[in-house]
Nanobody, 128 residues
């Protein structure tokens, strides 16, 4: 069955960097658009970044643009989120998700409802 497993979260100081990884199995990774979302306590899950099937197109939330970088490795069937210049407000549980429904020409999706499979999440805490 489909499985997405995030790793790499932790406790870091403001201004630090962290790289999250999402290992996938049981899905057709090459046909999946991948996304990263996050959810802070008491808040709704929000879009962070997405990447298309080839890795040639990416989309970022305004709050992370210029600081976060999403990438994918088709051979390893993984997607990563490089997070630089971390801020207190980046503290959240981070989830990766796979969109298998949208066709190639559909723009990258920012709504959680567009994604079919989710990981269990990894905690990122930015604190001094």
């Amino acid at each position: 069955q489909a499985q997405l497993v995030e790793s790499g979260g932790g406790l870091v100081q403001p201004g630090s960097s962290l790289t999250l990884s999402c290992a996938t199995s049981g899905i057709n990774f090459s046909r999946s658009k991948m996304g990263w979302f996050r959810q802070a306590p008491g808040k709704e899950r929000e879009f962070v970044a997405a990447i298309n099937r080839s890795g040639g197109s990416t989309l970022y939330a305004d709050s992370v643009k210029g600081r976060f970088t999403v990438a994918r490795d088709s051979a390893k069937k993984t997607v990563t989120l490089q997070m630089d210049s971390l801020k207190h407000e980046d503290t959240a549980v981070y989830y990766c998700a796979a969109d298998l429904r949208s066709i190639l020409s559909t723009p990258l999706q920012t709504s959680p409802q567009a994604y079919d499979y989710w990981g269990q999440g990894t905690q990122v805490t930015v604190s001094s």
